[in-house]
Each structure stands twice: as structure tokens, then as C-alpha cells.
């Protein structure tokens, strides 16, 4: 998949230690937003590049100005409950204790999960004349805990008959701060190969050995420049930085990652509490997913806000009118970043949590 230039910004300038992008949202055509006032988010790298294109779009209607921080979700998430940002950006739901210090932070009300933004997890890998690859969970517990440590390994040769593959060491890199990717995988590995991985999903990282890199851009950064690496990241960063993604067996034979592969997992996502405004996705079922020709390892990212209990009023509003901009302008050209669109379905269903805010 070719990454549009005029998009995306350069790896360079995204690897600060916290990337600080400060966008210009508009109002929806159904209200007015533009008194100056500014909405502040913090949180996930996962969903920066989708932040930069929303703000491409949003910015042609004028309106709310949204500083938005990617310093890693569990960061974005304290600085929401110590009620320093309007919304914190998250690659995974909020913990039951953390659940209980937003509401404190809502005076008293819920905060509510909106997944706006919804990305594959890419498995990328740099290997010395191998751009095809196939790997399924069992196998990539092993390789993240250091229990398969050579490329040629018997059981990587058994999902991959034909390819050459070398005796070099494997380098698998993992997350160095506290993520919702790290979270969401490890999520994904217990739930599918629990024997092999048999540690708590978290946002901080349980594995044994390895290499660790800092945010979503140092983890990209890494496998471009490490023969024999092997890295979860965010299909955006593994695109912009030219290297190549495993195919995954999830139980239905092994399946590329695409737009459409993706789409149909998403399409096919169910929500933990069915018929709530609060839209945590059911991550368990969607990750145990075996429906053929789905890719169902997606982050779905999620602005968390107070449902309402926010000191100035107008900061629901000035969510409210960005958040209905994105879903209905701001799909267009994701697929580029390495996102998935989202379907019409799913969109209703965020677009209900969205007015009752």
C-alpha cells in the first residue's frame, strides 16, 4: 500500500518524545464553533496520523482549535483524569479504577468511550530476502517471549513451505512505555495462544528479551533499521517506513493485511455493552475472530470524554460539532495512512454517542 506524501508527515518529525499537533477542527454544518474557543486532547501515537488528516479536512470549515499531544495512552488517560486535557486519547478502555477517577473527574457523570479512529496492528519484520511471511499466534507468543529465537525455526518453516529462510538471530521489538498497542497485543496473543502467552494483557510490557523502543515512531524507526527485527505497530508506521507484513493465520488460513481484510473484521465488531452511549468495543471477541479473509488484530482507538460535567459547557459542544465533521467528511484517505474507514453501520452507532453529548 503507497502512502500519500501530501498526508502523512515525515517519521523525523513525528519522533519527539511527546508530539505536540495543534489542529484547527471545525463545526459541523449543522452549528457554529468558531468563538475561539480550543479543545485539548492527549494520549495515543496510534491515532496521531489520523488526527493530522482530520485537521487537513476540518480545517477548510474553521472552528474549535484541539491541541493534541501523542505522548502514549496511559499518559493521555492520567492527564484526562487529573482533568488537564477535554478528552484523552486511548488505544484500549478505561480500567474499572481508572473508570471510577474519570467519573470524579465528570462531577459525578460516566465517561464515555468513542472509537473515532480504528487501525490494524501490523506485524513488520526485516529479513534479509524475505518479503512474504506467514505466522499465527502460537508462534508469535514464542517469538516476543524469546522462546523462538532463530528465523529458521521449525515452526516458522512449517506456516511458510517454500521460503528460504535464514538462521539469523530474531530481534523482536517491543513498546518501551506504557501503550494501548502493547495492551491490545498481548491482549491478542493470551486470548489465542494462552499456553504460549501466558501473561496478563498490559499496557506495559511482560515479555522476556527483545529490543524496546519508545512510542509508535521509534518502534517503525527500529525495524527499518534492524536485519532480522520484528515488531507490533501500527500498519501506518510499518507503510511509512517501507518494510514488510507478516501474513496472519488466525484459524481460517493466513490472511494479508489490507483495507478490505480489516474492514470486514471491523464491520463484523460488537460492543461490550449493547444498546449503552458508552462504546467500548468487545476487543475479546473481535480479537478471537475466524471468519475467512478477516484481519481482526484492529486497535480501535478511542477519544474518551465526560459524557457531560465538563466546567465550561462548551466543550461537549465543541466535541460534539468536531466529532460529526470527522464521521462524515473525514474518512476519505485513511486507507492511506494505514486506517480503516469506518463502516456506514458503526458510524450510526458512534454518531448516537456523539449528539448526546
Known amino acids: 500500500m503507497s502512502v500519500n506524501p501530501k498526508l502523512v508527515r515525515s517519521a ?198 527483545g529490543s524496546a523502543a519508545a512510542k509508535s515512531t521509534g518502534v517503525g524507526d527500529t525495524v527499518k533499521k534492524t536485519p532480522g527485527s520484528i515488531a507490533y505497530v501500527e500498519w501506518g508506521f510499518a507503510t511509512e517506513n517501507d518494510v514488510p507484513v507478516s501474513q496472519i493465520d488466525f484459524g481460517a488460513g493466513p490472511v494479508a493485511l489490507t483495507s478490505e481484510t480489516a474492514g470486514k473484521a471491523l464491520d463484523a465488531a460488537k460492543f461490550k455493552t449493547p444498546g449503552s452511549k458508552d462504546l467500548a468495543v468487545d476487543s475479546d471477541a473481535l480479537f478471537t475472530m475466524k471468519e475467512p479473509g478477516a484481519y481482526p488484530l484492529i486497535l480501535t482507538t478511542y477519544e474518551i470524554v465526560c459524557s457531560t460535567g465538563y466546567d465550561d459547557s462548551s466543550v461537549s459542544d465543541n466535541l460534539k460539532s468536531a466529532f460529526t465533521t470527522i464521521l462524515d467528511k473525514g474518512q476519505d484517505g485513511l486507507s492511506d495512512l494505514g486506517y480503516v474507514p469506518l463502516p456506514d453501520a458503526f458510524k450510526q452507532t458512534l454518531r448516537g454517542t456523539i449528539d448526546a453529548l
Open 12 to 209: 523525523g518529525a513525528a519522533a519527539a518524545t511527546a508530539v505536540a499537533a495543534t489542529l484547527v477542527l471545525s463545526a459541523c454544518s449543522g452549528g457554529d464553533s468558531s468563538d475561539g474557543g480550543s479543545v485539548t486532547g492527549e494520549g495515543s501515537t496510534a491515532q496521531q496520523k489520523a488526527m493530522e488528516h482530520f485537521a487537513d479536512v476540518l480545517t477548510q470549515e474553521g472552528g474549535v482549535n484541539l491541541d493534541y499531544t501523542g505522548s502514549g495512552s496511559g499518559d493521555g488517560i492520567k492527564k484526562f483524569i487529573a482533568g488537564d486535557v477535554d478528552f484523552a486519547g486511548s488505544d484500549s478502555a478505561l480500567k474499572d479504577d481508572e473508570a471510577a477517577k474519570a467519573k470524579t473527574r465528570c462531577g459525578g457523570n460516566d465517561a464515555w468511550h468513542i472509537p473515532l479512529v480504528a487501525g490494524p496492528v501490523a506485524v513488520a519484520f526485516n529479513l534479509d530476502g524475505v518479503e512474504k511471511l506467514t505466522l499465527n499466534p502460537a508462534t508469535l507468543a514464542k517469538i516476543f517471549d524469546s522462546k523462538i529465537t532463530k528465523w529458521n525455526d521449525p515452526a516458522i518453516a512449517a506456516l511458510n513451505p517454500g521460503v528460504k529462510l535464514p538462521s539469523t538471530d530474531i530481534i523482536p521489538v517491543h513498546r518501551s512505555d506504557s501503550s494501548g498497542t502493547t495492551e491490545n497485543f498481548t491482549k491478542f496473543l493470551n486470548a489465542n495462544a494462552a499456553s504460549d502467552w501466558p501473561y496478563e494483557p498490559s499496557k506495559e510490557w511482560a515479555g522476556h528479551g
